[in-house]
């Protein structure tokens, strides 16, 4: 049992470049979400998805892309990285949201030089 | 949106002694979540709390919702090692559905 899977786990980039944090999960969840962690600001929604199709902006979506095309995975686009952007990302994915548990990937840390 | 504040931001405590964290919410919680994470790792699901007046226990950690579901309280009873971390509640407003957000978090420490 996989539960929600992230890559890559670590990942250095340069101002302005674009890459795509992947997260799958393998629990037939229709929702999943996207977080990213700061030191003293806890976990921070930057989008999140109720089931394939359908997204919707968190408190922090400036800078990020996302799309829901199958049930199983949930990408958040970088398009173009700046320093800010440094941060532990974190997927998660439940069966529902205010019933269920959050599953949580292992994280991505990410640095933007 | 929903915003929960934590408190205290940090704790240090001597091993053996009783701790409470608080979560507090100026909207109606739905579905409280709590979280430990221990540093540099993921986060661990301790439990979900969803009506008002609800306590769960797990081994030495209790959670409560009070009646008007706009605070949660964690207690952990004679703290060990093992229990120092992050420990963040997290939670979804009535009227954003999905928009599960999350505190920021009280960092435990336990010495021995």
């Known amino acids: 049992n996989a539960g929600v899977t992230q890559t890559p786990k670590f990942q250095v980039l340069k101002t302005g470049q674009s890459m795509t944090l992947q997260c799958a999960q393998d629990?037939?969840?229709?929702?999943m979400s996207w977080y990213r962690q700061d030191p003293g600001m806890g976990l921070r929604l930057i989008h999140y998805s109720v089931g394939a199709g359908i997204t919707d902006q968190g408190e922090v979506p400036n800078g990020y892309n996302v799309s829901r095309s199958t049930t199983e995975d949930f990408p958040l686009r970088l398009l173009s990285a700046a320093p800010s952007q440094t941060s532990v990302y974190f997927c998660?994915?439940?069966?529902?949201?205010?019933?269920?548990?959050?599953?949580f990937g292992e994280g991505s840390r990410l640095t933007v030089l | 949106s929903q915003e929960l504040e934590q408190s205290p931001q940090s704790l240090i405590v001597q091993e053996g002694k009783n701790l409470t964290i608080n979560c507090t919410s100026s909207?109606?919680?739905?579905?409280l979540y709590w979280y430990k994470q221990k540093y540099g790792e993921g986060l661990i699901f301790l439990m979900m709390?969803?009506?008002?007046?609800e306590e769960k226990s797990h081994e030495k950690i209790t959670a409560k919702l009070d009646e008007k579901k706009q605070q949660s309280s964690l207690h952990i009873t004679a703290s060990q090692p093992s229990h120092a971390g992050i420990y963040l509640c997290g939670a979804v407003g009535g009227t954003s559905y999905g928009k599960l957000t999350f505190g920021q978090g009280t960092i435990l420490t336990v010495h021995p």
């Open positions: 998660a994915s439940t069966r529902a949201v205010q019933t269920g548990e959050l599953f």
């Open positions: 909207k109606t919680l739905y579905g």
């Open positions: 709390l969803q009506k008002g007046g």
């Open positions: 629990m037939n969840h229709e929702y």
